[in-house]
């Protein structure tokens, strides 16, 4: 959907470009899209033919469009995989078993067309392969830091994936409201909030100090989003929304202040780190 960034002739001239900074563009785009359009033939296909045909191609159909959405929510839990330092792997391989069911599905389909049956087989091992090569497998273990123990990363994972719970909740929650300008001043802080996701990854230690960051203060976010949603959304109430805004300003600058102190301690921690060794290679003599 296309988004006004605001101009020189716009009611809201301040453009706000950087709720966009670190985007990347989606791989669940184009390629996954045509995996939902490819089997619809199949609906013609299926009548006509008498009812092995009938139950073959639907069930070939049915199979198909599983494969798809397996295959696009595989592509959208692997970038959520991708942009995180610590992070566990996807409960369920969804492309896979999207590659599996895809080649299920073309040898259901060629079996409805008749023939012998090395054709069908054939047309469900290319398929699985093709689909296994165009998207790849689905991540396989998971993923943390040298030297922090399992416990510590397992903890931050758990800790950021209900952190980005209630993100998600807040921009659910803003887009009933229906005020664009709304849905970026929610999109620059929820940016705030996930730089310090990402410095509380990078060294789990942090996760003491930002544990209330990551749960009380972004839960009464999500749930003054969802009531103020409400009411503007019937309303249109300046003053609500005024507060809102105010109430975003605040959160915004304590998350930016919180990360830019566990950043200064993670520095503080290194030159002491490098002091220590410095002193005892001294003492060895080693220059």
Known sequence: M???????????????PEAFQG??????????????????????????????????????????????????????????????KVARRPALPRKILGSLLTGTGLAAAGFAAGGDLLAPLAYGIVGTVLHFLAFGPDPMRNKGLEGVDLFQTDRVARAVDEAEEHLRAMSDAIKRAGDRTLEGRVERFQQAAR?????????PRDLTAARRYLGVYLLGARDATVKFADIYARTRNAEARADYEALLDD?????????QKLLLDDRSDLTVEIDVLRERLQREGVR
């Open 2 to 16: 296309a988004q006004k960034f605001g101009g020189k002739y716009s009611p809201d001239s301040t453009p706000q």
């Open 23 to 84: 985007a990347r563009r989606s791989r669940a785009g184009g390629r996954v899209n045509l995996l939902f359009l490819a089997p619809l033939p199949l609906i013609w296909q299926a009548f006509g033919n008498g009812p092995s045909a009938l139950v073959l191609n639907l069930a070939a159909l049915g199979t198909l469009l599983l494969a798809a959405w397996l295959t696009r929510e595989g592509l959208l839990a692997q970038e959520a995989y991708d942009a995180r």
């Open 195 to 203: 730089a310090l996701f990402r410095t509380v990854e990078n060294d």
């Open 251 to 259: 959160l915004e600058e304590n998350f930016a202040s919180r990360n």
